[in-house]
């Protein structure tokens, strides 16, 4: 696509994803939290029904050609072609719950990399977006990763990739934030691990790691935090991808000093 092409899409997927943003906003706080398993699953249905199918009319209609991946916690890599990974209401649990950490989500990935993102954040106001190339930007201004290079001055956030994962990756989340509370300033965990990755970004939080890949909760996320001058690596500091089996996104000034924590060859040295 030539420039003013990406633009133009850019501001396609802007308002798509800007509309449904205000109709989850409108559903915000209309119905008690959920009190089961079943009530919490009906509501994220429910939520998702009420913008996907504008959201994914608006985006393939967008781009004539294009494709929906239509799992949102799929991992891996995508086939050939011009796919949009959208989540329709990323952070649903705390929407649900009447608390903040939602957006609405749409990627537009070629041949595997993330050419155009933009989040939707309806209770800020703010919408963050990136081309690739073209920096990272939040309402029109532009975004930059934090400037500290001591990670005992660092702010380090994880999560959950998705609900019900395998004893190996629960045991590698507690392993890493043992390691990293002996040199971090602060740890924390948080979902939606897209809104984490804005606020890297934005310089906010100064990195985020994350065992698993779920592709919707970090491909967007990934673009935007190398727009703003970060680096994404997984946990070996090898370049990452949909494909990779987990994930961290800092300036390079910490990633040395946060993959000494984090790689999977520290486990056996710890």
């Known amino acids: 696509m030539i ?5 133009a899409l850019l501001a396609e997927t802007i308002r798509a ?28 249905e429910a939520n998702d029904a009420a913008v996907e199918d504008e959201l994914r009319q608006a985006l393939l209609n967008s781009l004539p050609g294009s494709s929906w991946a239509s799992d949102e916690e799929e991992q891996g890599e995508l086939p050939s072609g011009d796919w949009w990974v959208v989540d329709p209401a990323e952070g649903n649990v705390n929407h649900l719950h009447g608390r903040s950490g939602w957006a609405v989500t749409a990627t537009l990935v070629r041949k595997g990399e993330p050419i155009l993102t ?5 209770l800020t106001g703010e919408t963050y977006s990136a081309i690739a190339g073209r920096g990272a930007f939040m309402n029109g201004e532009r975004l930059s990763v934090s400037a ?16 019900g994962e395998a004893r190996p990756i629960h045991t ?16 924390r965990l948080s979902v939606p691990s897209m ?7 934005a310089g906010r939080l100064d990195a985020f790691w994350q065992h698993g890949s779920v592709r919707a909760g970090l491909i967007g996320g990934a673009l ?20 990779s089996p987990d994930f961290l996104a800092a300036p ?8 000494a924590s984090l790689s999977p060859s520290s486990e056996t040295t710890a």
Do not use: Y
Not at 3 to 7: G, Q
Not at 118 to 122: E, L, M, N, Q, T
Not at 195 to 201: K, Q, R, W
Not at 252 to 258: D, S, V
């Open 3 to 7: 420039r003013n092409e990406d633009d």
């Open 17 to 44: 994803v800007e509309t449904a943003g205000k109709t989850l906003l409108a559903r915000f706080r209309t119905t008690p939290p959920p009190t089961t398993l079943a009530d919490l699953l009906a509501g994220i």
């Open 118 to 122: 933009a989040i939707s954040v309806p």
């Open 148 to 163: 500290k290079h001591e990670i005992a001055a660092a702010i380090i956030s994880s999560g959950q990739a998705s609900p």
């Open 172 to 187: 590698a989340m507690v392993h890493s934030a043992e390691r990293l509370l002996d040199t971090a300033l602060l740890v």
């Open 195 to 201: 809104l984490e990755l804005v606020d890297v970004a």
């Open 224 to 243: 935007l935090v190398r727009e703003a001058g970060g680096t994404v690596v997984d946990l070996r500091g090898r370049r990452w991808t949909a494909g």
């Open 252 to 259: 390079l000034a910490l990633q040395q000093a946060l993959l």
